[in-house]
């Protein structure tokens, strides 16, 4: 079976530029998670998806960020504008219908670098 | 929200037992304790949950006093592929949400021959 993917694994791009990750859950899974690390920092929480529908999205930092996953399938996030401090590890987790949070299952990460 | 603190980094040799405790004072009544581990360019994988006293399974073992003011994650017998950065996280799973789970920093776990 298949693990969460996430595409790209790397991403430079320079400040005020748009970048889209995507994240591909394990099939099945309807609980979708998306966190990221900045640089020192700790790996913290921006948001959680059932199926399509957001269910808590009160870890995403500002409205330039903006997540969508169409279908309950897989998820993208589009940062626009990037800032500097949006650099980091980007990761992306899936858990079962009947799971939480304890049942994630993570993807490697997009490490995304804003010059 | 709990937060949780680790040391920073740990050394050990191969085939001993490594303790890595994990401070988390103001852990609450539904929150659980979790452990996970990271190698570089992976995501965190799940290791092992307790709520309270003491929890096996085939990777570790997780000791939690009466007071669940703390938890030690113990490792039998390390080898150099236990080389990993380690990861307290507390908070209910029950009817929680993500949003309530502390990452701590970490421990960098090394493993020498």
């Known amino acids: 079976e298949a693990g969460v993917t996430q595409f790209p694994s790397h991403s430079v791009i320079e400040k005020g530029q748009t970048v889209t990750l995507r994240c591909d859950p394990i099939?099945?899974?309807?609980?979708l998670y998306w966190y990221r690390r900045v640089m020192g920092k700790e790996i913290k929480f921006l948001l959680h998806f059932v199926k399509e529908s957001k269910q808590d999205e009160s870890g995403m930092p500002n409205n330039r960020f903006l997540a969508e996953r169409t279908g309950g399938t897989y998820s993208t996030l589009k940062v626009q504008p990037a800032e500097l401090e949006d650099s980091g590890v980007y990761f992306c987790?899936?858990?079962?219908?009947?799971?939480?949070?304890?049942?994630?299952?993570f993807g490697p990460g997009t490490r995304l670098t804003v010059l | 929200l709990a937060k949780t603190t680790q040391p920073i980094s740990m050394d050990s040799y191969e085939g001993q037992e490594v303790n890595i405790t994990c401070s988390h004072n103001?852990?609450?009544?539904?929150?659980?304790i979790t452990w996970y581990q990271q190698f570089p360019s992976q995501g965190p994988r799940f290791i092992i949950q307790g709520y309270k006293t003491k929890v096996t399974n085939e990777v570790a073992s997780l000791f939690i006093p009466a007071d669940r003011k703390s938890s030690t994650l113990s490792l039998p017998r390390v080898s150099l592929s236990d080389t990993a950065v380690y990861y307290c996280?507390?908070?209910?799973?029950?009817?929680?949400?993500?949003?309530?789970?502390?990452f701590g920093s970490g421990t960098q776990l090394t493993v020498l021959p």
């Open positions: 996280l507390v908070g209910p799973i029950s009817s929680g949400s993500a949003r309530q789970l502390t």
């Open positions: 099939s099945g899974h309807d609980n």
């Open positions: 103001n852990i609450a009544t539904n929150d659980y």
């Open positions: 987790a899936s858990s079962p219908r009947t799971g939480g949070w304890n049942e994630q299952f």
